[in-house]
């Protein structure tokens, strides 16, 4: 039976077997598949997580008395956007490999099994659940929080006096003299010298909060305002036997955040890769190696890799992470899991295609 007609069989019995094909599915060796189970070894990528943070300036109304009323000289004067890199996150994936298609073959009368994810990569062999992994932790987008100028206790700190004014001096003058008042109105309430005081400490809280968001509506009046928003954008890298030196992954816009490696509206973020270790075949004893077993269920000696993200001439992201394609294939000898008295059990990490574990059935 070739490959391909095998292919066809093994589509055919786990759709009968009702199995999900969204978590996984086990394929058993039989007369259908003249005992011969199919599977892909996995190629390593690696999703890289970029989280960018957009912010905002705009210089307040009063931004020119700032430094006469409130003494402060770093006030925002004109309106600008700026935009940085803050922290990268890499999480290792396995895919299919389409030229690392293996056949199994396993004796008559065998009953072993193997399962597979989605996209018909082993994670064990003579198992009946995949074993359970902690998901990686992928940051998320987040909006900008409104500024003080926004927020509904801004529009209860303009006073009637300030809004009649037409003179912008005279308006700021009016507004420092506002904010002296709100501080010395909670520094009463703090003191328990204000004459009318909050019934209990939950009202005393709220008044403070109101008279806290009111003077800092009216600071920024003269301080101007900052608002940032985080976004998050994600690149696959696939790693191949060379090193990587400061290859141009993505672009990190003011206006539009993430932008793709080749837009050039972007400061670049960077990706250096370097080979730590690649994978070898196992040698016996004699030092000799070992011969790929006839039939043998095959799986990834990996090797290792330092992934390491950069921008603005900074490393945001390190990782050590396997790389399948980085090692060698070998094989385990199938009847270690057609073995009648005590047959062997092997989990295979999705991501690399190692053995994860290997011992009997009956350790499960």
């Known amino acids: 039976m070739t490959i391909r007609t095998l292919l066809a069989v093994l589509a055919i019995a786990g759709s009968a077997a009702g199995l999900n094909a969204q978590t996984s599915q086990r394929i058993n060796a039989g007369k259908a598949n003249e005992y011969g189970l199919i599977y892909n070894l996995p190629r390593t990528v690696a999703d890289i997580y970029l989280v960018a943070e957009i912010t905002e300036e705009a210089p307040g109304e009063f931004h020119n008395y700032a430094r006469r009323h409130l003494g402060v000289g770093n006030a925002i004067t004109a309106a600008s956007q700026s935009a940085r890199l803050t922290e990268a996150v890499i999480v290792p994936r396995g895919v299919a490999d389409p030229e690392e298609q293996w056949l199994a073959q396993f004796k008559n009368g065998s009953t072993t099994s193997i399962l597979l994810t989605p996209d018909n990569i082993p994670v064990g062999s003579n198992i009946e659940n995949a074993p359970e992994t902690a998901a990686a932790e992928i940051p998320q ?103 990587v030196d400061g290859r141009v992954i993505a672009r990190i816009s003011v206006t539009d955040g993430i932008i793709e490696a080749d837009n050039l509206a972007g400061a670049p973020v960077t990706l250096d890769m370097s080979v730590l270790e690649r994978g070898e075949l196992p040698v016996n004893e004699k030092g000799e190696v070992k011969t790929f077993p006839r039939g043998g269920v095959a799986y990834r000696v990996p090797g290792r890799a330092r992934l390491s993200v950069g921008y603005a001439g900074n490393t945001v992201a390190t990782a050590d992470i396997d790389v399948a394609q980085l090692g060698v294939v070998f094989g385990l000898n199938p009847s270690l899991f057609s073995d009648k008295r005590e047959p062997s059990m092997a989990i295979f990490d999705p991501t690399t295609g190692s053995v994860a574990e290997l011992g009997p059935v009956s350790r499960q």
Not at 146 to 162: F, K, V
Not at 167 to 190: C, G, H, V, Y
């Open 141 to 243: 987008a987040r909006d900008a929080a409104p500024t003080a100028l926004e927020t509904e206790a801004a529009r209860h700190a303009i006073t009637q006096e300030m809004a009649r004014s037409s003179s912008t001096s005279k308006r700021a003058e009016l507004a420092a003299q506002r904010i002296f008042e709100l501080r010395e109105m909670r520094s009463d309430i703090l003191s328990g010298q204000a004459d009318n005081m909050p019934s209990d400490g939950a009202a005393m809280q709220l008044v403070l909060d109101n008279l806290s968001a009111q003077e800092a509506a009216l600071t920024a009046m003269f301080t101007g305002t900052r608002r940032t928003r985080t976004v998050v954008g994600k690149v696959t890298f696939t790693p191949d036997s060379t090193d």
